[in-house]
């Protein structure tokens, strides 16, 4: 009973027009998994190299996060994202990205990791996320992406979403996949290709995000939480995941719950944001993301 | 008791994906004055040459919209927008604006238009904007503008936003004309720069709206209505302010009913893009209106 979280452990370069950042701890399940870890223990799989600080690995396992599934190769480099917010604090623009030892990666569970009630497999290339899902006994299977895969991976990505349950997808994303205008559109398009897919959570950044079901009434918009300054958007969206299956790892997965864990999602995505790399998401609190979930709450009140 | 709308009568020619339109009926106080026709009689103000057709006044007419106060000057031309979605359907390209008879357009309310109990200017330039506020007798004043304005006519505009109570203006245009870049920084700027305004309606195209008060807890959003086809976004924000306003003409403005006419404003701009020009907004009726609003509302639940 816990959440298995496969992803990129990696370092981040980040311009942001509030300052720079060199090599700071980042990653699509380094993100994941701390902001899973207000809900659950989760256990993240990966591969990092030789470079990979100590003092990266306490930060996940002072939170309890199972580091056991991260993969070390001593002789190569661990993943490197350099990117940049100065046209648009809103849109990432990679400016160079090291994959290193993520090109080889071939994720291997251990028993605790396959036995994980929840899979999410955050955004990596779809085939090391289909050897994850493959692997996995979980009943909930969910998967992050990004427009890179499906420029470059289209196929793969395709066989790997015919595996998953839920599908965590950007706005931008989601209409380049589908070819389609309309939000709706592309999600109709989604649903029917992929039968598997019962829930879609749109990612829509400073616009919140929407949660799609199969039901024509299953649809459920929330706002982004709303701040006056952010910092540094980096992790947001896989914070956003981690939460939300972090909320929903020990509970029966309805309609309600769901609602519920895309609220507790997005409060938690909205500390990720305020201050750069991971600080800001570690340093609130279980307390303080259940009053930005009420606030949240009440915005949609009528 | 009820709602004088000043703006633009027009012609629009338009390039979309889904098809070409030449010189169909348009202009936001056009748009507006349709969409809150179908919750009050609305007294519109505004101008056009001697080219605007009978049918077209007609089309008006026929909703009981008061046109008493649109000035013709018959020497000279309606105000004509060319406009393509070729690119982006949800950003409009201006490709050729014909100012026509609105370079030169004072608006003078008769005893009626004065009197109504809200005066809406939709989009228009900001001086012809503050002669109708300052002619009007109403108690509530809202205004609605464009990024043209922002970047042409600031000092005009920040002269008549003095005399408004509700502001709606897009995400665009909001952080432009306060050089935030999240959306709560601008709004919060706006608060502070214009005391007045005393609540905020953010149009975010196809991510929905979001109504903000003065209290920290007053913030609501919803999403857009989810539709699959979009055939021509022309009119939506002036239809959402015009069914929102409409909505509220006879009622206590509170935070409450402001809610509530957000989301009949929202259902009332959807049907505006599922066809060209009005064509969908005129074949509409209230209770498709009221059946999209209880959606809307189904859609916050939780």
């Not at 950007?170 to 070819?179: A, G, H, L, P, Q």
Request: aromatic residues 10%; charged residues 20%; glycine residues 6%.
């Amino acid at each position: 009973m816990t959440l298995s979280i496969l992803g990129s452990v990696a370092f981040d370069t980040l311009y942001t027009p509030e300052g720079n950042r060199e090599k700071i701890p980042g990653g699509s399940a380094f993100y994941s998994s701390i902001a899973a870890s207000y809900f659950t223990n989760p256990i993240l799989i990966s591969k990092v190299g030789g470079d990979y600080p100590s003092s990266y690995f306490k930060i996940l396992n002072d939170r309890n996060i199972n580091t056991e599934n991260i993969q070390i190769d001593k002789d190569k480099k661990t993943f490197h994202w350099t990117g940049s917010y100065l046209k648009n604090i809103n849109v990432a623009e990679t400016l160079d990205t090291e994959v290193g030892v993520l090109a080889e990666f071939v994720p291997t569970l251990n028993t605790a990791a396959k036995s994980a009630n929840i899979c999410f497999c955050a955004n990596n290339d779809p085939v090391s996320q289909r050897q994850a899902l493959e692997q996995s006994n979980a009943k909930i299977k969910a998967l992050d992406t990004m427009n890179l895969w499906i420029n470059i991976m289209k196929d793969e990505l395709e066989k790997t979403l015919s595996l998953v349950d839920i599908l965590f997808i950007n706005d931008t994303e989601i209409k380049m996949f589908t070819n389609e205008y309309t939000l709706l559109g592309a999600v109709k398009k989604i649903q029917k290709q992929f039968p598997n897919i019962s829930y879609i959570a749109l990612k829509k950044g400073e616009y919140g995000s929407t949660l799609y079901g199969k039901k024509e009434d299953e649809v459920f918009t929330s706002g982004a939480f709303p701040l006056e300054l952010v910092r540094d958007p980096t992790g947001a969206g896989d914070s956003f995941a981690g939460g939300l299956l972090g909320y929903l790892e020990n509970k029966t997965i309805t309609w309600q719950t769901l609602k519920e864990a895309l609220l507790f999602g997005t409060a938690t995505s909205s500390f990720t944001v305020e201050d750069f790399g991971p600080d800001a998401l570690l340093n609130t609190s279980k307390e303080k993301i259940e009053k930005r979930y009420l606030t949240l709450k009440s915005h949609l009140s009528i």
